[in-house]
């Protein structure tokens, strides 16, 4: 049977206690059994499972996502290494990695899970076992080119982190990657995905207009003014246990300049810079809310209010005011003719807006200045996602070729 080696983040640490004071059948019996069972052929396993804990618990630290996201990559890697390879997951070599990288392409029939499962369930203070979960959900795009780059950046960082606290000598998963024959050389135009002119007049446009029938709306409107305007994710809007934006956060300089403190990837602070025109929109929404018209160094109010309750929104609660402003414009394109624009604003997402804004400031904004707004920190990933001159030019010097 195939078992769930981590539980939630918040678990993770009642885990790590268990497993080093050898008490893991007091919580979590299923787990026990099977690391016993496993520790039969691969006496290393409850050692893998030891470390594997301890890289979680570092790298779960900076967000739940960042956890969630090496969790399910390195679970699944230690199941198999255990299970199909039965070695330790740092006696494997690179023909074991190579296997493993042909296994994630095409998983057992029996790692595979028609939905989204969850692991454990909390029954009279013991951790119950959800013996549905699988390592896999059948209906993912398990080979495609996204899934494959994320399961080698897992295993990079794994090893990597594992040669540093001197666990092993050896990381092999660089090579197999180079030379993997599912993963696709990117030599193509890659434009990111944005709103066309006049879906964004819409979205933004219409959001504006039923501000004055509907007078709620004024945050769906300053929250596509952040989006868009200051080139934010959704993450750096929203309350998160590290990091609660707040009013304060914007502040200005000796010469009047305008700045948004925020926290963005890897916690890292930046200060994006204010637009007069979104002080504009700033202004517009503090009013509404009956703050006064610009932030003092000292106001505690949230970024973005809950109408009902106390304190900041979550990343759920602020994608939700984005597709209801989406929506709206939707219903707008379509009685007003434009059909194709409102059938492809069905795929936007919250995300479309930070490539928006980017994109469209990339023609009159420096490099350089663009790139620290939108938090880059190599300028080089701001020059490939959003500078299309060169394509241009090499376009316009081309389309008068002779066949």
């Keep these: ?200 007049e819409y979205v933004f446009g219409v959001t504006r207009d039923l501000c004055e029938q509907q007078p709620d709306l004024e945050r769906n409107l300053f929250t596509l003014a952040c989006l868009k305007g200051l080139y934010l994710r959704i993450s750096e809007l929203s309350e998160r246990p590290q990091w609660s934006p707040v009013m304060s956060h914007f502040w200005q300089d000796n010469d009047g300049f305008w700045f948004l403190r925020i926290m963005g990837k890897g916690n890292k602070l930046r200060d994006v810079t204010l637009s007069e025109d979104f002080i504009l929109y700033l202004k517009r929404y503090r009013l509404y809310r009956g703050l006064p018209a610009l932030p003092r160094v000292d106001e505690a109010e949230p970024l973005v209010h809950k109408i009902r309750g106390k304190g900041g929104m979550t990343v759920r609660q602020i994608r939700r005011l984005v597709q209801q402003s989406f929506d709206l414009a939707k219903q707008s394109l379509l009685q007003d003719g434009f059909k194709d624009d409102a059938e492809q604003l069905e795929a936007a997402t919250a995300h479309w807006l930070r490539h928006t804004g980017a994109t469209h400031d990339a023609q009159t904004r420096p490099l350089k200045h663009l790139s620290e707004d939108l938090g880059h920190a190599k300028i080089a990933t701001t020059d490939q996602i959003y500078i299309q001159t060169n394509i241009k030019e090499r376009a316009k010097s081309g389309i008068k070729r002779k066949v």
């Design 1 to 200: 049977m195939l078992v769930a080696l981590v539980d939630t983040l918040k678990q993770l640490r009642y885990q790590i206690a268990h497993l080093e004071d050898d008490t893991l059948a007091t919580e979590y019996p299923e787990l026990d059994n099977f690391i016993h069972q496993v520790g039969l052929t691969v006496a290393e396993s409850k050692n893998d499972l030891v470390f594997l804990y301890q890289f979680l618990y570092v790298y779960g630290r900076k967000s739940e996502a960042t956890f969630n996201r090496f969790r399910n990559e390195l679970e699944r890697f230690c199941l198999w290494s255990w299970l199909v390879a039965e070695k330790s997951v740092f006696d494997l070599k690179r023909d074991d990695i190579e296997a493993y990288v042909d296994f994630m392409v095409e998983p057992d029939s029996a790692w595979l899970s028609n939905s989204v499962q969850w692991r454990y369930k909390d029954e009279q203070g013991i951790r119950r076992l959800n013996t549905n979960w699988r390592p896999f959900i059948n209906k993912e795009n398990i080979a495609s080119q996204q899934t494959l780059a994320a399961m080698f950046t897992a295993l990079n960082v794994f090893y990597k982190f594992a040669i540093l606290e001197e666990k092993t000598f050896a990381n092999f998963v660089p090579v197999v990657k180079k030379n993997s024959p599912y993963l696709v050389v990117q030599s193509q135009i890659k434009i990111p995905d944005t709103l066309s002119d006049i879906q964004w």
